[in-house]
């Protein structure tokens, strides 16, 4: 129900505007979007009235039988013999089973909702996962145009010693090596972007994607990082987890089926039989009752218990499973948020002051043309680093609200 309760309000907000191409996306709208028009979510509807109708169809009892015998119609001496027999019956279920059966559709009906939310919450991981990966590369895609324009500013240095004879010819070429190198990165990244829009966009259902950037701030991230006692109580929201609970429910209904077992199906029959010879007519009555109902019925009851004993062993292996993997990712997350801080506070300022001493030296003579690219090279990866590791802190926090069965947060600067 909450999960329902966030995508309804999901929706509410964000899935009536409308976005031009030059109108930044945001993640709110690409959430609402998959959840209105991807078409594996659009096909639980069908799954859901499917079960519907299942849990009628178990819960019917069994059906009334019209039938009519005809004895001595026809053969050798048979005189006016006829005896005719118009009957009505059915098979008396004894033990309630056509309720347990409705009752064990039911908790599949169950079972088959924590699936679809399960299947809603990995879509709208993979849409936060992939806008995501739009953001990074358009930074990545900044950072470049940045890196490009100082390749070609220091190409112009180059160029301005060379003409006072101070430089030489391979120094240029090495400049303008430099500049080459900087356009194949930025052409790269202009391939990751277009294609990460298109796969944002066939998520739900369209080809060509109709917005250009999204509005997202990568290095966005939080001082602090929740105490992972606290997202260890929050895994009862998982999905998988919930599951346990109706599968164990499941077993429970299954046991009483099978006990219910143990009490034979009456087969009942009543009619007039109608006889020829004198134009008589009688009642009759007919009933029967297979032996043995109990001794077959055990089996059926071991199974039974042995999946009601299984069923709390498996919850609880999942559940161990699911908290080593939260465990796992929150280390990373707070050790992504650790790198982060050292990146934006230390080493990029220090790389930053390298390289502006080391353009001064260089168009003064102190230092050559290598040490400068060195210089540049040096903080174009510390800028990278710092991409790379916001990168990754989004993606743990996406797995992480995944876990928890939390709807992926917006990320979106208003």
Do not use: C
């Not at 990545?140 to 430089?167: I, M, N, P, Y």
């Amino acid at each position: 129900m909450q999960i329902w309760i966030g995508f309804l309000t999901l929706l509410w907000a964000v899935s009536a505007a409308a976005v031009s191409p030059n109108t930044p996306f945001t993640l709110g709208q690409a959430l609402a979007r998959v959840l209105e028009n991807n078409p594996q979510l659009q096909a639980v509807d069908f799954d859901t009235r499917a079960a519907a109708a299942r849990i009628r169809q178990q819960s019917l009892q069994t059906a009334w039988q019209v039938g009519i015998q005809m004895e001595n119609l026809a053969g050798s001496g048979v005189g006016n013999d006829l005896e005719t027999t118009l009957s009505l019956g059915r098979v008396m279920e004894l033990g309630n089973k056509a309720t347990l059966r409705g009752d064990i559709a039911q908790q599949q009906a169950k079972l088959l909702r924590h699936e679809q939310d399960a299947q809603r919450l990995d879509l709208l991981a993979e849409t936060a996962q992939r806008f995501s990966d739009i953001a990074y590369a358009q930074a990545r895609r900044e950072l470049l145009e940045r890196q490009l324009d100082s390749a070609k500013h220091t190409q112009r240095a180059v160029a301005q010693r060379f003409r006072a004879g101070k430089a030489t010819k391979a120094e240029i070429k090495r400049a303008e090596i430099g500049i080459a190198r900087a356009e194949l990165m930025f052409e790269e990244t202009d391939h990751l972007l277009r294609n990460g829009r298109s796969q944002l966009a066939v998520l739900w259902g369209e080809i060509e994607p109709d917005f250009q950037q999204v509005v997202n701030n990568l290095l966005q991230i939080p001082g602090e990082v929740a105490d992972f006692s606290d997202l260890e109580r929050l895994l009862d929201n998982n999905p998988s987890i919930v599951r346990f609970a109706t599968q164990e429910r499941l077993a429970g209904a299954r046991l009483q089926l099978a006990r219910a077992r143990r009490q034979p199906d009456i087969d009942l029959s009543v009619g007039v039989r109608h006889f020829s010879a004198n134009d008589d007519a009688g009642l009759m009555l007919n009933l029967s009752a297979p032996l043995g109902s109990r001794s077959r019925a055990a089996s059926f009851e071991d199974e039974a218990q042995a999946l009601v004993k299984l069923e709390p062993l498996l919850a609880k292996n999942r559940k161990l499973a699911l908290r080593a993997t939260l465990f796992g990712l929150h280390q990373e997350l707070v050790h992504e948020r650790d790198r982060l801080k050292m990146l934006s506070s230390r080493i990029i300022p220090a790389a930053t002051a390298a390289v502006d001493d080391t353009s001064r030296s260089y168009s003064n003579g102190r230092y050559s043309l290598l040490e400068l690219t060195q210089s540049q090279d040096q903080l174009l990866q510390a800028r990278m680093e710092l991409l790379d590791a916001a990168a990754s802190f989004h993606r743990n926090r996406i797995q992480i609200e995944r876990l928890i069965g939390a709807v992926p947060h917006t990320g979106v600067n208003p």
